[in-house]
């Protein structure tokens, strides 16, 4: 899937710019007001905190991690996802928790997929509901609401059935043709991934980890609109709602880092259905991908130098990976 991104992103942002007006690109870019820019990095950083108190609520079933490592782990995901190819930040920050915390990688890796796994009907009914609102949704929004309501319900059954798993996975490992060491192996990680998928059964932890979700979500409709105050574009929550649906939810297709073009794509789709022009949407997009830049590089790169230090210094980030 890796080499359909370059084109994708190539086709997107030609139909996202094709109708753009540079020189009103440039001026709404730079009207922005430098107060209002400051809110909106620290907006920013509260929502990385909150994804990674939300995400630590996970990792808590197998052993304790602080809350610093918990953010610098996440933040250094974000550098992994906004720099690297193919989402690589999930095993960036798969492995810096790891190190820093010694709870297995895979079940670390397990509970970052629960989270995304999670995010997904989150967008669905916050779009469906903000589209009772807006009124009719763009016809490609409308198909990629229908398929993703459908992944969604797939991936919430998957993860209340991934944990009865564990007796056929054993059935299949002990009829293949394996060293006891390497089967032993391979179903003690199974297992550990396994626990990871199970976290969200276990109720006293489903109901802060749905609250933090709220608060997640919330700070980042938050962080939208300071955006736009600053731009001095009016913004309403239901059209914020189909901004954040429609750039989470795209986020599972093939990207270019950064999620150039398909960021640019999404964000004249569903704002051009207001008052916003093509020019007014491209400077808003690029302004708030520069802002996500802003936020993640300082913050996670330091915790990438925090997280690399330190830990289990007797090893280093691919042997943790390799190991589990």
Known sequence: M??????????????AVRSVDPAEVLTTATRANPWWMVAVWLSMTAS??????RWRILLRAQG??????????????????????ARAGEVIRTALAARASGLPASFIFATAMVERVMDVPTLVAAALVASLFTGALAPVFEQALGVMALAALGGVLFLLAAPSATRPISWVLGRIPLGAQARERIGEQLGRLLLGFETLRQPRRVVPFLAMTVVVWSNDIVTCLLLAQALGLSMTVPMVILLLAG????SALPSTPGFVGIYQFVAVTVLTRFDFTPSAAIAYIVLLQTMIYAVVLPWGLSGMWLLGRRGHADQSLGKIMANH
């Open 2 to 15: 890796k080499w359909l991104a370059l084109p994708l992103a190539v086709v997107l942002l030609y139909l």
């Open 48 to 53: 990385q905190f909150a994804r990674s108190v």
């Open 64 to 85: 304790p991690i602080s809350y610093p490592d918990a953010f610098w782990a996440t933040t250094a995901g974000y550098v992994g996802n906004n720099v690297l190819p």
């Open 247 to 250: 750039l989470g939810l795209s």
